[in-house]
């Protein structure tokens, strides 16, 4: 049974609302509030798994007092039950299961209700399937302990130690010549081309004494974040090793690559938070972060077409929407 409470400003509203739950079954309604302080006020031993939430009240808007509930109430999820209907977009926004108008039509009642049940049940199963994980991972013996970088690059380019603690740079160039090191993936690159693209605007002579202080100051960032072998050099070419570093335009590749569960979509929309190296803009990185974008959006339209989930779907479009909006 689903356990409810309703917010309604308008207390015929609430009454009608609970005949037409009682009349569709499968809802036992444990409150009716008028106010969303009242529910919030009375919400000590209320455990419910849906919130019915009126918008236009005169207390607060439904949709700024959504956050309000979730966190008094985590578990549940949002149905909005209101006589506007131009509030639909943002109230999506909000994570809402359903956007119900009045008078509220029982079929589309019962599709929001079935909706909540998949959405459970898709839950349930992760949940199940996250225990086996770790109950499988207990049972292996230990490996030996490894310090792992972890790295950021889309968006902005954020290098974090194994403890989770951001690195910080001696300087700009610094940075640059991390990022610059990693953007060849292992692959030895010849020093005149690094200052090249590096310091493009100085001479050759000026560039190469940066070169040496920079790469020192690499190094001994590296070194005190746990790597003091992840720069390589050989024939007048340096190179990163990656092996130990985890990297979300990995993560990004293998999804663009290999996903196609409703997971994956979930996972690139909250990995894509912006393009390749998008706050540094570095010029050498142009060409990767036009290829990332375009085959992220090719992927997108993709899901979106075959997606049946109508949220997961709106949300796809909506990552689409914002990587090319004036594309029909």
Same mark, same amino acid.
């Not at 529910?39 to 808007?61: K, R, Y």
């Not at 000026?206 to 072998?229: D, W």
């Not at 390749?276 to 085959?295: M, V």
């Given at each position: 049974?689903?356990?409810?409470?309703?917010?309604?400003?308008?207390?015929?509203?609430?009454?009608?609302?609970?005949?037409?739950?009682?009349?569709?079954?499968?809802?036992?309604?444990?409150?009716?509030?008028?106010?969303?302080?009242?529910?919030?006020?009375?919400?000590?031993?209320?455990?419910?798994?849906?919130?019915?939430?009126?918008?236009?009240?005169?207390?607060?808007?439904?949709?700024?007092?959504?956050?309000?509930?979730?966190?008094?109430?985590?578990?549940?999820?949002?149905?909005?039950?209101?006589?506007?209907?131009?509030?639909?977009?943002?109230?999506?926004?909000?994570?809402?299961?359903?956007?119900?108008?009045?008078?509220?039509?029982?079929?589309?009642?019962?599709?929001?209700?079935?909706?909540?049940?998949?959405?459970?049940?898709?839950?349930?199963?992760?949940?199940?399937?996250?225990?086996?994980?770790?109950?499988?991972?207990?049972?292996?013996?230990?490996?030996?302990?490894?310090?792992?970088?972890?790295?950021?690059?889309?968006?902005?380019?954020?290098?974090?130690?194994?403890?989770?603690?951001?690195?910080?740079?001696?300087?700009?160039?610094?940075?640059?010549?991390?990022?610059?090191?990693?953007?060849?993936?292992?692959?030895?690159?010849?020093?005149?081309?690094?200052?090249?693209?590096?310091?493009?605007?100085?001479?050759?002579?000026?560039?190469?004494?940066?070169?040496?202080?920079?790469?020192?100051?690499?190094?001994?960032?590296?070194?005190?974040?746990?790597?003091?072998?992840? %720069?390589?050099?050989?024939?007048?070419?340096?190179?990163?090793?990656?092996?130990?570093?985890?990297?979300?335009?990995?993560?990004?590749?293998?999804?663009?690559?290999?996903?196609?569960?409703?997971?994956?979509?979930?996972?690139?929309?909250?990995?894509?938070?912006?393009?390749?190296?998008?706050?540094?803009?570095?010029?050498?990185?142009?060409?990767?972060?036009?290829?990332?974008?375009?085959?992220?959006?090719?992927?997108?339209?993709?899901?979106?077409?075959?997606? %049946?989930?109508?949220?997961?779907?709106?949300?796809?479009?909506?990552?689409?929407?914002?990587?090319?909006?004036?594309?029909?």
């Amino acid at each position: 049974m689903v356990k409810a409470i309703l917010i309604d400003d308008e207390e015929i509203a609430l009454d009608v609302m609970e005949i037409v739950l009682q009349e569709v079954g499968g809802v036992t309604v444990l409150g009716k509030f008028r106010l969303v302080s009242d529910a919030i006020a009375q919400s000590e031993g209320v455990q419910p798994d849906l919130i019915f939430l009126d918008i236009e009240m005169p207390e607060t808007n439904g949709l700024a007092a959504s956050a309000a509930l979730l966190a008094i109430f985590p578990d549940a999820d949002i149905v909005y039950v209101t006589a506007h209907n131009q509030y639909a977009v943002d109230a999506f926004d909000t994570k809402a299961i359903g956007y119900l108008l009045k008078p509220v039509a029982k079929h589309r009642l019962v599709k929001t209700l079935e909706r909540h049940a998949e959405l459970r049940e898709k839950a349930a199963r992760r949940a199940e399937a996250d225990r086996l994980t770790r109950s499988r991972d207990s049972m292996k013996s230990p490996e030996p302990s490894r310090r792992t970088l972890s790295l950021k690059l889309l968006q902005s380019m954020e290098l974090y130690d194994a403890e989770g603690r951001l690195i910080t740079w001696r300087t700009k160039k610094t940075k640059e010549m991390f990022g610059y090191l990693w953007h060849h993936s292992g692959t030895p690159v010849y020093r005149y081309r690094i200052l090249e693209h590096v310091w493009p605007e100085l001479d050759a002579e000026r560039a190469q004494a940066l070169f040496h202080t920079t790469m020192y100051y690499l190094r001994n960032t590296l070194k005190l974040a746990g790597c003091p072998e992840m %720069i390589g050099f050989g024939d007048e070419r340096y190179w990163m090793r990656t092996d130990e570093v985890a990297c979300d335009v990995t993560r990004l590749e293998e999804l663009i690559g290999n996903g196609r569960r409703a997971s994956d979509a979930e996972e690139l929309l909250s990995l894509y938070r912006g393009d390749y190296f998008e706050t540094e803009n570095y010029g050498w990185a142009n060409s990767r972060r036009y290829e990332l974008r375009e085959a992220v959006v090719r992927h997108l339209e993709q899901w979106a077409e075959h997606e %049946i989930d109508s949220s997961l779907k709106e949300r796809l479009l909506r990552k689409l929407l914002e990587l090319h909006p004036y594309e029909e």
